[in-house]
């Protein structure tokens, strides 16, 4: 229960407010991106990767709607213990290290927005067994239902 409580609070709590406690955050367009869940298939155009300050990473992975204007956004918790952060910051410029990273996602969040940026509805938020992985520039993030993958999303940056 003490998990859930703690992803949730990665989702609500506002990424500026981890910038200034020196955080670190690498936000880039991505060269080919795709998002599945279930049995439907989105693309992503934008990649973000924050250090929540304990251990994890929030990976949120950000495309176009259906509609003209709107978008959608998938959020990965993950936990790495005993691991260095993949980040490496300086001086508030961060950039990933170019080294091998492997963790435990804890949740995942799913939210669409209108054209003029506003969510439609609550996140979807809900505790997940899976694996994120960043091998060089290529970020993939799977969740798993059982034996089968449930939701899953790769970035190549």
Request: with cysteine; proline share 4%.
């Amino acid at each position: 229960m003490k998990i859930w409580w703690m992803a949730l609070l990665v989702f609500v709590l506002p990424t500026s407010a981890g910038q200034a406690r020196g955080f670190g955050r690498v936000e880039q367009a991505t060269r080919r991106c795709r998002i599945e869940r279930g049995d439907i298939k989105r693309s992503c155009n934008r990649l973000q990767i924050s250090d929540t300050g304990s251990d994890g990473l929030r990976i949120r992975f950000t495309g176009p709607g259906e509609t003209p204007g709107s978008s959608h956004q998938l959020s990965f918790v993950a936990l790495a213990r005993e691991q260095p952060s993949p980040l490496r910051c300086e001086k508030g410029n961060c950039q990933l290290s170019g080294r091998r990273w492997k963790a435990d996602i804890i949740s995942i969040a799913w939210v669409e927005f209108d054209k003029r940026g506003l969510p439609r509805g609550l996140p979807t938020a809900r505790t997940v067994r899976g694996t994120c992985r960043i091998n060089d520039r290529l970020i993939n993030c799977e969740s798993h239902r059982g034996q089968l993958i449930d939701v899953s999303a790769e970035a190549q940056i």
